[in-house]
């Protein structure tokens, strides 16, 4: 039987949302509130690895003291960032049954033997789990959850993924207000689009 991915990421989708709320709310909660800077979800390259992670005041304010020059990249690059989700002793990840369920998917998809790279429908598999992830956010700001942390910029990464700097703005547009955005095309290096 043939993988039905539009099938697939319905069911997916389904609970996305809390999950994500649940797992940004346990790792920004090691700091108060006023400690967190910034807070978000990472994948990796094949989008099965989710991730939440947060960023604290302190160490955002030590990186820049170390490398002044690259203070955007401090503020955005969630995998700099100190706290993460993942490791938490004691502690039961929100995400470990989203992540499951995404390589549950991938498994699905990949041909027995066949390398990565010539999997036909990858690519859009991968963006479909980014595109679910992007969604969940934006209606996680919509619904006003993010203002619990009112000096934490949102942030959307896909870690060492194959796709265009204009995609990862794409996903990140409706996270942030416009001059944070802003400034996020600038990490992105597009400031010039």
Known sequence: MAFDLETWAREWSTGL????????????????????????????AD????????????????????DPDYAIDCK???GEWDLDITGREGFDDPL????????????????????AAVVPGLREFRM???????CAMT???????FEQWP???RVFLPLDADISERQIAEWNSALNDPAE?????????????
Do not use: C
Not at 105 to 114: E, I, Q, R
Not at 139 to 145: K, L, M, N, T
């Open 17 to 44: 949302g809390p999950a994500l709320e649940q797992a940004i709310a346990a790792v920004a909660g090691q700091l108060p509130t006023e400690d967190i800077v910034g807070v978000g979800i990472a994948t990796d």
């Open 47 to 66: 989008a099965t690895s989710i991730v939440a992670f947060a960023n604290s005041r302190s160490h955002l304010a030590q990186m820049i003291t170390e």
């Open 76 to 78: 955005w690059h969630i």
């Open 96 to 115: 470990k049954s989203i992540r499951a369920s995404a390589a549950h998917g991938m498994k699905l998809l990949m041909l027995p033997d066949a390398p």
């Open 128 to 134: 479909t789990v980014w595109d679910s992830l992007s």
């Open 139 to 145: 209606d996680s700001v919509a619904r006003g959850f």
């Open 151 to 153: 000096d934490a910029v």
């Open 181 to 193: 955005y802003d400034q996020f095309r600038r990490f992105l290096q597009l400031d010039g689009d």
